[in-house]
């Protein structure tokens, strides 16, 4: 399978744990972008990496949420001192490059996060 | 604020039918529009996409219908069924950015057989 991939698919913690996501994206992608997706809504964008530059972070990142994309290849994205509010599904996405015609995102999975 | 407008939330449809979902938008710099297709469990998959240049396209079961001076676009899925069960998102782009990509909050459909 040559998709984006995302580890765990499941995820229950506890108020106050920290928890870290992970992403393997489209093996020639060089864009890497992660989502929120609450129940009801539309995917959030939240950042997104041009190789192992983190180039935007949108404010819905707080600071409890760190991203990185240390080599280019894969991404983790941790959130610190959980909330019951960051109970979500997490979704990564890769592309080529820039968003062009023909070249939008591919999506993993997701992991589902709860928190209790 | 909701850069995408979409409706409606929830549809059920006869197998056979014709599903329509509606999308509006605000930002004219958008310059393209996909719909994606989520299964439970997966994440969303893209499935039709137009640029606002042509009012419409069609693939196959899946036809775009794009109004540019009312900012409005939807997606109509003729012969509908059962397998197309699905949440439907429209979204909105803007080429050449990483980052201006909108989703609508999303259409529950069901074709019931």
């Known amino acids: 399978d040559t998709g984006v991939s995302q580890n765990p698919r499941h995820k229950i913690t506890k108020r106050g744990q920290n928890v870290t996501f992970r992403c393997d994206p489209i093996?020639?992608?060089?864009?890497l972008y992660w989502y929120r997706q609450t129940l009801g809504q539309g995917p959030e964008f939240l950042t997104y990496f041009q190789n192992e530059a983190q180039l935007e972070k949108s404010r819905l990142l707080s600071d409890r949420f760190s991203a990185e994309r240390p080599k280019g290849s894969f991404s983790t994205l941790e959130i610190q001192r959980t909330e019951q509010g960051d109970s979500a599904m997490y979704l990564c996405a890769s592309s080529r490059g820039d968003l062009a015609v023909q070249e939008t995102q591919y999506f993993g999975p997701g992991t589902r996060l709860l928190v209790l | 604020q909701q850069q995408v407008k979409q409706s409606p939330q929830s549809l059920i449809v006869q197998k056979g039918g014709i599903s329509i979902i509606n999308c509006a938008y605000e930002n004219t710099a958008f310059d393209y529009f996909p719909w994606y297709q989520q299964f439970p469990g997966k994440g969303p998959a893209l499935l039709i996409a137009?640029?606002?240049?042509?009012s419409e396209k069609k693939e196959g079961r899946f036809t775009i219908s794009f109004n540019k001076s009312a900012k409005q676009f939807s997606l109509h899925i003729m012969d509908s069924q059962p397998g197309d069960s699905a949440t439907y998102f429209c979204?909105?782009?803007?080429?050449?950015?990483?980052?201006?990509?909108?989703f609508g909050t999303g259409t529950s459909l069901t074709v019931i057989p």
């Open positions: 137009i640029r606002p240049d042509v």
């Open positions: 093996s020639e992608h060089n864009r």
């Open positions: 979204a909105a782009i803007r080429l050449g950015t990483g980052n201006q990509f909108y």
